[in-house]
């Protein structure tokens, strides 16, 4: 079966400080991946998706970036982090052409 | 890009009681409607979903109603519990990538 594991769980970081996320999905290839951010008390905005390995594509502009160097991984990073950075982050996953998502556990992010 | 209004923000009913959340969405081209439960810091789990060749779909206690005409599509829970206490979230998607737009999440509070 397939799962999607997502760390660290939390996350206290200073302003300026840099940012690597890491999300993985095991039984599955060629999953389309996302990056959502949940500001408190917010909906989930889709920050990143990736239909395929080097493919990024971004929904808005921000202080962050994403990777996917292997099929089933996904990184979400900053070089600084800022203090409206702080928000519940959730990565994604579907099956190319399907519907419906599967979201890890989420990192809750806290920028001092 | 897709805009996707929900409402209310927060819903408190008695036990046993209906619950109704509505969302609206902006782009005609939007043919997947999925509800996401989010229980507090959880991940969000998807409880039903429905495409645009349907306008109705029913699982045991849960609805979704969907009216493709005037862009708005609802969910219905009957006979409410206290475990279903929650952050509802509805989204829209077109299909292109499986990118998903939630709305900004009802807080659904039953009292028993």
């Known amino acids: 079966s397939q799962t999607i594991h997502q760390w660290p769980a939390t996350l206290v970081q200073p302003v300026g400080s840099p940012l690597s996320l890491e999300c993985t999905v095991e039984?599955?290839?060629?999953?389309?991946l996302y990056w959502y951010r949940q500001a408190a008390g917010r909906g989930l905005q889709l920050l990143f998706y990736s239909v395929g390995i080097g493919q990024i594509s971004s929904e808005v502009p921000q202080n962050l970036s994403a990777s996917r160097p292997q099929d089933r991984q996904f990184i979400l990073s900053s070089k600084k982090l800022l203090l409206s950075d702080s928000g519940f982050y959730l990565c994604a996953w579907s099956v190319q052409g399907g519907y419906g998502y599967t979201f890890g556990s989420g990192t809750r992010l806290t920028v001092v | 890009g897709e805009n996707v209004e929900q409402h209310p923000s927060t819903l408190s009913v008695q036990e046993g009681d209906s619950a109704v959340i509505k969302c609206t969405y902006s782009?005609?081209?939007?043919?997947?409607f999925p509800w996401y439960k989010q229980e507090l810091g959880k991940r969000p789990q998807l409880i039903i979903d429905i495409r645009s060749n349907v306008g109705e779909k029913k699982d045991q206690r849960i609805a979704v109603t969907l009216n493709k005409t005037a862009k708005h599509f609802s969910l219905h829970i009957t006979e409410t519990q206290p475990e279903d206490s929650a952050v509802y979230f509805c989204a829209a998607s077109r299909g292109n990538f499986n990118k998903f737009y939630f709305g900004s999440g009802t807080k659904l509070n039953v009292k028993p």
């Open positions: 039984g599955t290839s060629n999953p389309n």
């Open positions: 782009d005609s081209a939007s043919n997947y």
